[in-house]
């Protein structure tokens, strides 16, 4: 049986909050269980918050806010924090210094206090989980997985759903390939993107205006090497649409 807990109770979190502190203060962790959180307050936590009253957009930046009717100072958020714009129409579409592919580049308004603050993604998802993940372990004793996640839309299916960006003690990914399916054939294209499921998973627990942002999953048997978020990023010469 899988159990989804949610951690209930935590603060708006602040740049400098010790978020593992807090979590481990509400959070019943045992050992194995697996800890998703949004990387909204893991974004909070480290600071990466932007404030546009700083920002002065550039001629790119005014060009395609005026077409698409947005801030042109978040509209230039969106392009520092992008290495590649993949579309500009209607919404931006970039791929981030991490290698996601995603609207605006992650930077948004949303659940952060104030009209004028924007939330960045973390600099390095993989080290925000693992540094977590150390943390709560000096602090509670037990060594749990944690993913930080976020939601991002799918290109071909309406809605949004929440995907791991770091992911730590744990395989992102399962390669069943050169196992045999239940009628004797050899799998030959089948990789499970496990952590991508169990973030899945937490977004119902979440939800997006419950102020839930993290979330113990306890049960779920964690087989193989610990990956990373990187590991689910397809390479470029991977990638048949880009």
């Known amino acids: 049986m899988i159990e989804l807990h949610p951690v209930t109770g935590l603060p708006e979190i602040e740049p400098g909050d010790d978020l593992a502190a807090l979590i481990a203060e509400l959070a019943d962790l045992a050992e194995g269980d697996i800890l998703v959180v949004a990387h909204k307050v893991v974004s909070k936590a480290e600071g990466r918050l932007r404030d546009m009253r ?5 001629s790119q930046a005014l060009e395609i806010a005026q077409r698409n009717g947005s801030d042109p100072r978040q ?58 993940r150390d943390q709560l372990r000096e602090r509670t004793g037990r060594t749990v997985a944690v993913i930080v996640s976020d939601t991002f839309g799918r290109a071909w299916r309406i809605g949004i759903q929440n995907v791991a960006l770091g992911v730590a003690g744990m395989p992102a990914v399962v390669d069943y390939r050169g196992r045999d399916d239940d ?3 050899t799998l030959v294209g089948t990789v499970v993107a496990v952590a991508d499921e169990l973030a899945g998973a937490a977004e119902l627990a979440m939800g997006k205006t419950d102020r839930v942002p993290a979330v113990v999953i306890r049960g779920y048997r964690v087989e ?14 991977e990638d048949m649409f880009r």
């Open 54 to 58: 700083g920002i002065t957009p550039t």
């Open 75 to 132: 509209v230039q958020a969106v392009l520092d924090e992008s290495v590649r714009l993949v579309r500009t129409e209607r919404v931006i579409i970039a791929e981030t210094r991490h290698g996601f592919i995603c609207a605006n580049a992650g930077v948004d308004h949303s659940n952060v206090p104030g009209d004028e603050i924007l939330c960045l993604l973390p600099v390095d998802p993989d080290a925000s989980a693992a540094r977590l």
């Open 183 to 185: 009628f004797g054939r």
């Open 224 to 237: 193989g090497e610990p990956g990373s978020g990187r590991q689910l990023i397809r390479p470029p010469e």
